[in-house]
């Protein structure tokens, strides 16, 4: 089997040693890679703090039309893509094409989004001393930019780092998840067909233990994280004077109210606690209902769940995969019979068998359970029954999580209180947290995080804004 190449600098280079990469359905050789020595990864960094300049300076088609090129590359290879998505993270094909798609959009928004990128202009002569002046606001990117990507999502979550990067014109360093490398480095076959200049972006498959360097580095003034809270806030404590985004976990909960249509609420919730087998942190982990229809919507769930086929993840039947590995399988059924130990009865699911850990409902979940208070990152949601809308919207901020919340309601003051109460990034009214679009300002608060991605305010978070006086004009 080839051994793929990484991208250093805009160019293939191979190191001095190289990993294999597994399916987790059934471990069998997915792919190989280099790993960059200390050495290339050095040269990486001064590639993009070397070249910083020339890319803030490259006029906008350049950047747009890279950024389309690349949109238009992808959706000729969508296949393959998603195949190798489904290989290496063993994600249904079914979801994988859906990936695919998304990265097509995304960055055909960012070509978008940089042609309408411009400064703006302010009169100042609204005061007498200000008479003949005026003011021109631009966006100055702050800097090259490290891109630590997850292994849930490999191309668009790598996307939606390095489009806005390029459309403000920042030079990219992305380190992909060590589990899931193969589909970043793929995308860095085709930046490298656009006319970017070299050194704009470089594609580093290292190991977690050499992040750490790269996160220090002031050469790499922005960091833009995507994974655990932990992980996420000891980066931002690491470099406190850096410009750091971070799009960290969550635990999303689903409200279903008296009024809301349960059998749809039923379908949506069955299927996006389970979508990535729950790999995902909008995934539904807390189901929040209304007394009154408790029993109906329990009713209406536990078939829609055990209708969900679960399986080989190249089988374009299968709704619910493995996990990215046995350990994360493990993990997730050990927090499951910590609940079960505690006081919670399992009414669905509940059994693992290798990396595969079946779609899961639990009652009586004590509150103090590690599945009710963190992120399971797991095929496993929790029922609670409440009194009111009151009692609902305060479970829902009962929680040091605020990434997205779903609100199953038919009432548009409901769905606007909601929107005022709710203590999250981002309130889905009438369907699952789960939702996301790409072009959409998209984080959390509280331990999801800081800053937003989504085309426009992840290009917002990577530049500053830069102020140009002119002064004796006639207006």
């Not at 294999?20 to 059934?26: A, C, F, G, M, Q």
């Not at 993270?89 to 994988?96: E, M």
């Not at 009865?345 to 595969?356: I, K, P």
């Not at 889905?428 to 790409?438: C, E, K, L, Q």
């Amino acid at each position: 089997m080839d051994v793929r190449t990484f991208w250093l600098a805009g160019r293939p280079a191979t190191g001095d040693s190289e990993l294999t990469v597994t399916n987790p359905h059934d471990g069998r050789e997915v792919g190989r890679h280099s790993v960059p020595t200390d050495a290339q990864v050095e040269e990486a960094v001064a590639a993009a703090h070397a070249v910083a300049a020339e890319a803030a300076a490259l006029p906008v088609h350049v950047r747009a039309e890279a950024l389309a090129h690349i949109s238009r590359r992808i959706a000729e290879r969508a296949e393959e893509i998603a195949q190798l998505i489904t290989a290496e993270n063993g994600k249904p094909i079914f979801w994988a094409r859906g990936e695919v798609s998304r990265a097509i959009a995304t960055f055909r928004f960012a070509a978008e989004e940089t042609r309408r990128w411009s400064g703006e202009v302010q009169r100042l002569d609204t005061e007498p001393t200000a008479t003949g002046r005026l003011a021109y606001v631009s966006r100055v990117p702050h800097g090259p930019v490290l891109a630590i990507t997850p292994f849930n999502f490999p191309l668009n979550l790598v996307v939606h780092k390095v489009a806005p990067a390029i459309a403000v014109g920042a030079p990219v360093v992305v380190k992909p998840a060590p589990a899931t490398p193969l589909t970043a480095l793929l995308l860095g076959e085709l930046l490298a067909e656009t006319d970017l200049p070299e050194g704009m972006f470089s594609v580093l498959p290292v190991a977690n233990e050499r992040a750490s360097a790269l996160v220090q580095d002031p050469r790499l003034p922005v960091v833009s994280f995507t994974g655990s809270a932990p992980v996420g806030y000891a980066i931002a404590d690491q470099v406190p004077r850096k410009h750091v985004t971070l799009e960290l976990g969550g635990n999303a909960a689903a409200v279903v109210l008296a009024d809301a249509d349960l059998d749809w609420a039923a379908q949506r919730i069955a299927l996006y606690s389970n979508y990535q087998a729950g790999q995902s942190c909008i995934a539904v982990q807390r189901v929040i209902v209304e007394q009154p229809v408790y029993d109906a919507f329990v009713e209406r769930l536990l078939p829609a769940v055990g209708s969900l086929v679960t399986g080989d993840p190249a089988d374009e039947k299968t709704q619910v995969g493995p996990l990215v590995s046995e350990a994360a399988a493990e993990r997730v059924e050990q927090w499951v019979q910590e609940a079960v130990a505690a006081g919670a009865r399992v009414l669905a699911g509940g059994t693992r068998e290798g990396t595969t850990f079946a779609p899961t409902v639990l009652a009586d979940v004590p509150h103090d359970a590690k599945v009710a208070c963190e992120e399971v990152f797991g095929p496993v949601m929790l029922l609670q029954p409440v009194a009111s809308v009151d009692e609902a919207y305060a479970a829902v901020n009962d929680s040091k999580y605020g990434l997205q919340a779903g609100v199953f309601t038919r009432s548009l003051d409901a769905a606007f209180r909601a929107n005022r109460e709710l203590n999250v990034g981002g309130v889905i009214i009438g369907d699952a947290p789960s939702y996301r679009a790409d072009q959409m300002p998209y984080g959390g608060v509280k331990d999801s995080g800081i800053g937003r991605e989504g085309l426009h305010s992840a290009m917002t978070d990577y530049t500053y804004e830069k102020v140009m006086v002119m002064t004796g004009l006639s207006l």
